[in-house]
């Protein structure tokens, strides 16, 4: 019995290699189920990780902020720490799931290292409001709800974060503050003591009576309600102007009552005032003119003469 010949191989056209081939063969060679058997379970082992991991960040982050907040802790610092710790708490979450991956974490890690030096020196600016953000966290010069003025501008805070400090002005504006230009400036918390001065500066005349002008202003202050007893009120004679004598009440009122209170004592300090029959001068100024003529009239009198003069005075 013969064997039927084998029809040879047909020559591949010019300019194609036996590559493809050649992977063809290997893949058909793997065992994909075992593969996904091993890989599989892996990848989705490293699943699992993350999620779980991530679940279990975001409820021990926000009961430290519930613990922090039993304690009395400053909101602020709650906070902060709560993103602080979930962020640590994530690095570890995505360095053990690639770690189930079959990852190796020393390489891993010395790669995270030389890439964060790298970001580090690209960031700087960033990682100097980081440092500020912990700066104003520890120092505390500043807390939730405190008006406050900073690198020039004035709101009340509303909440520090790891970058950066959002405030909000008294007309409703929106301020975000990188941390390092707060920290690199002066901060002017006025709301951070219980108590506040009002001074108020008012002039009287030349003429008036600075005894009874001083007597008016404590009856004032007096007979305000929201003026502390403690510290008394006083009254200074601040300056002498040049169209009035500058006399300041000085008074204490609560932190809360602040702006209320200074607006109801300018109010009566301009009522009572002139009330009393003194003055608040306008701003004036004399001014003397003088004609040096040959015989050093002065020019007031030449103009006077010039106006009466019906031609019978003498020349």
């Known amino acids: 019995m013969s064997v039927p010949a084998t029809a040879p191989a047909a020559p591949l056209p010019a300019g194609m290699s036996a590559e493809p081939e050649a ?4 893949l058909r ?13 892996k990848l989705l082992a490293a699943v699992l990780i993350f999620l779980v991991g991530m679940w279990l960040a975001k409820r021990l982050s926000a ?3 519930r613990v922090l907040g039993r304690t009395h802790a ?14 640590a708490m994530m ?5 053990t799931a690639l770690t189930s991956l079959g990852v190796n974490p020393t390489s891993m890690l010395a790669v995270l290292g030389a890439a964060g030096l790298a970001v580090g020196l690209a960031l700087k600016d960033s990682l100097s409001n980081i440092a500020s953000g912990v700066m104003l966290i520890v120092l505390r010069p500043f807390r939730e709800g405190d008006f406050v003025q900073a690198a020039s501008l004035e709101g009340i805070i509303e ?9 909000r002005t008294v007309d409703n504006r929106l301020i975000v503050l990188p941390n390092s230009l ?9 709301t951070a003591k219980p108590q506040r001065r009002i001074d108020i500066l008012v002039g009287v005349g030349y003429d008036d009576d600075l005894k009874q002008a ?18 008394e009120p006083f009254v200074f004679v601040s300056q002498l102007g040049e169209s009035s004598v500058d006399l300041t009440l000085y008074a204490w009122a609560k932190t809360k009552d602040f702006g209320q209170t200074r607006s109801d004592l300018t109010e009566a300090v301009r009522t009572e005032i002139i009330g009393n029959g003194l003055n608040i001068p306008y701003p004036q100024r004399d001014l003397h003119v003088y004609h040096h003529n040959a015989d050093g009239t002065p020019l007031t009198d030449i103009i006077t003469k010039g106006v009466v003069d019906d031609g019978d005075m003498p020349k």
């Not at 992977?23 to 290997?26: A, D, I, S, T, V």
């Open 63 to 65: 009961g430290l902020e």
């Open 182 to 190: 707060i920290t690199t400036a002066p901060i002017i918390n006025f």
């Open 91 to 95: 690095v570890l979450v995505i360095i």
């Open 214 to 231: 001083k007597q008016v202003l404590l009856d004032i202050a007096h007979a305000n309600p929201m003026v502390l007893k403690e510290p």
């Open 23 to 26: 992977l063809m063969r290997e």
């Open 74 to 87: 400053d909101a602020t610092l709650g906070g902060f720490l709560r993103r602080a710790s979930y962020a």
């Open 29 to 41: 060679g793997i065992d994909w189920l075992q593969m996904l058997e091993t890989w599989g379970l």
């Open 159 to 167: 909440e520090v974060r790891i970058f950066q400090t959002r405030m």
